[in-house]
C-alpha cells in the first residue's frame, strides 16, 4: 500500500481558495493512480478528483468540474488539489487516496490507500 499525509486544510470565506497537498510514499506510491474524496457531515464519502500515475489523465465529479483542479509532481510524489471559487457545500474533511495496483481508474472501489483527512470550512 501507500502511505499519505496531506495538508492544506483550513477556513477560508466563500469565493476563495485552498490548495491540499498529498505526499505519498511507499513502494507503489510513484506508479500508483491518486485522488480526493470529501466527507460532509451526515453525507457519504464522495469522489472529487483523480489523476493517474504519471499526472496527464484528470477526472472530477459534476460538483467541483471547472472549480477545483488536480495536479500531480511526479518528483515529489506529491498531489495537488487546488480549490478555487469554494462554496459553503464545499465544506467537508478531504482524503487523498491512491490505488496502489493502479497507475490510472475510474472505479472508485480501488483506491485501497487512504491519508488521515484534513477538514476544509468554506463561510458563508
Known amino acids: 500500500q501507500v502511505q499519505l499525509v496531506e495538508s492544506g486544510g483550513g477556513l477560508v470565506q466563500a469565493g476563495g481558495s485552498l490548495r491540499l497537498s498529498c505526499v505519498a510514499s511507499?513502494?507503489?506510491?510513484?506508479?500508483?493512480?491518486m485522488g480526493w474524496f470529501r466527507q460532509a457531515p451526515g453525507k457519504e464519502r464522495e469522489f472529487v478528483a483523480g489523476?493517474?500515475?504519471?499526472?496527464?489523465?484528470?477526472y472530477y465529479s459534476d460538483s467541483v468540474k471547472g472549480r477545483f483542479t488536480i495536479s500531480r509532481d511526479t518528483a515529489k510524489n506529491t498531489a495537488y488539489l487546488q480549490m478555487n471559487s469554494l462554496k459553503p457545500e464545499d465544506t467537508a474533511v478531504y482524503y487523498c487516496?491512491?490505488?496502489?495496483?493502479?497507475?490510472?481508474?475510474?472505479?472508485?472501489?480501488?483506491?485501497?490507500?487512504w491519508g488521515q483527512g484534513t477538514q476544509v470550512t468554506v463561510s458563508s
Open positions: 489523476i493517474n500515475y504519471n499526472g496527464i489523465r484528470t
Open positions: 487516496v491512491a490505488a496502489s495496483g493502479y497507475s490510472t481508474t475510474y472505479n472508485w472501489n480501488n483506491y485501497d490507500s
Open positions: 511507499g513502494r507503489t506510491a510513484s506508479s500508483a493512480a
